[in-house]
């Protein structure tokens, strides 16, 4: 039976809830690390190169892009 709320490392000098944090905190990083690299290759496979050449990056994108 639950008796309240987990204690932490500083009320109750548990770690298990500062290591379930911090796998937490992992988990995003991977997922996040993962996502991002699959999104940046179907980008680059559906768009071409992400970069732009170096003669318009030499004029600038200001430039290339202004009205």
Partial sequence: INKGPATGLIWGGNLNQLFAQFIGI????VFTFVFSL???WLISK???????TPK???QGLDNLFAD
């Fill in 46 to 52: 559906l768009l071409g190169s992400l970069r732009v």
């Fill in 26 to 29: 992992a988990s995003i990083g």
């Fill in 38 to 40: 699959i999104t940046w």
């Fill in 56 to 58: 318009e990056e030499e």
